[in-house]
């Protein structure tokens, strides 16, 4: 009887934890997609973001390594030729973060679990105003060995609606 009934809360205590997104990940370039369109939001101030010619979509993106405690998650990405790492320090009990960046302007963020997903709501300012805005959405697969990102970004002139499919290369 006691042997049944810690399986069950072990099994019950299992269910209740969230995803581990730990390591280092590498995009996925032949699974991923972007799609741009063209769509003005007046709210949004700045210079339109560039985009990316067609199919070279996730050509800059750089490995990121993902350190996941529960509440805190730390995503940095590599630095590569003159593009200083980056690193973005959130929580998943959604409480706003904030991260300044490299060459200015500030990270505004809130991360937040939706079942087994974890979903982060941000904007990006410069100089006070708020020039770009968008949610991500990662799912990590079952084996643990990738993980979807869903994402979409609003700029002044355009939105991007991308699906990456990131890889663990280690934990």
């Known amino acids: 009887m006691k042997a049944s009934f810690l399986f069950v809360a072990v099994a019950l205590l299992a269910q209740g934890t969230n995803p581990d997104f730990t390591g280092r990940w590498e995009i996925d370039k032949s699974a991923s997609t972007a799609k741009t369109t063209f769509v003005k939001h007046p709210e949004l101030h700045g210079p339109p973001a560039p985009i990316a010619a067609e ?3 996730f ?3 750089r490995p990121q390594t993902i350190a996941h405690r529960e509440p805190t ?4 990405d590599e630095a590569e030729g003159n593009r200083p790492r980056r690193t973005f320090k959130l929580t998943t009990d959604g409480k706003p973060n904030v991260n300044e960046l490299p060459g200015g302007g500030v990270q505004r963020s809130s991360t937040r679990w939706e079942g087994k997903d974890l ?3 941000w904007t990006f300012d410069r100089e ?3 020039i770009m805005q ?3 959405r990662r799912t990590l697969s079952e084996d643990g060995l990738r993980f979807t990102q869903e994402q979409t970004v609003l700029t002044p002139l355009h939105e991007t609606r991308s699906h990456m499919v990131w890889i663990r290369r280690n934990r």
């Open 119 to 121: 979903v982060t709501d």
């Open 134 to 136: 968008g949610t991500d």
């Open 55 to 57: 199919g070279h979509a």
């Open 73 to 76: 998650l730390t995503i940095a």
């Open 59 to 61: 050509d800059t993106m």
């Open 128 to 130: 006070g105003q708020v």
